[in-house]
């Protein structure tokens, strides 16, 4: 059964950068796709980023384009998300996330969710 234990998240000022990091274990790492997401109460869950098996190809919003990096270690079962020149608007519970087909493109891809980690930026 595929864990996934996120960490990193905290309290940061507008402008600043947090590193989250999630650790999978339970499975084959390096055949999954990871994604992180995000949640704010009230509001649907939001695809952040996702990355594929080999981590060749990645996907961002728009809302994170350009300030935002997923990467992954596969021999170390580790994937991160680097967050530069955060904004308020990005205060949530960021979610990792696993799809057992190498690629997720759409939420019902990843079957496999951490228990989340609050980031919070201040204005």
């Known amino acids: 059964q595929v864990q996934l234990v996120e960490s990193g998240g905290g309290l940061v000022q507008a402008g600043g950068s947090l590193r989250l990091s999630c650790v999978f274990s339970g499975g084959t790492f390096r055949s999954y796709g990871m994604g992180w997401f995000r949640q704010v109460p009230e509001k649907e869950r939001e695809l952040v980023a996702r990355?594929?098996?080999?981590?060749?190809?990645?996907y961002y919003s728009d809302s994170v384009k350009g300030r935002f990096t997923i990467s992954r270690e596969n021999a170390k079962n580790m994937v991160y998300l680097q967050m530069n020149s955060l904004k308020p608007e990005d205060t949530a519970v960021y979610y990792c996330?696993?799809?057992?087909?190498?690629?997720?493109?759409?939420?019902?891809?990843?079957?496999?969710w951490g228990q989340g980690t609050q980031v919070t930026v201040s204005s």
């Open positions: 990355i594929n098996y080999g981590g060749g190809s990645a």
């Open positions: 996330a696993a799809a057992p087909s190498g690629w997720g493109m759409i939420e019902k891809d990843f079957t496999s």
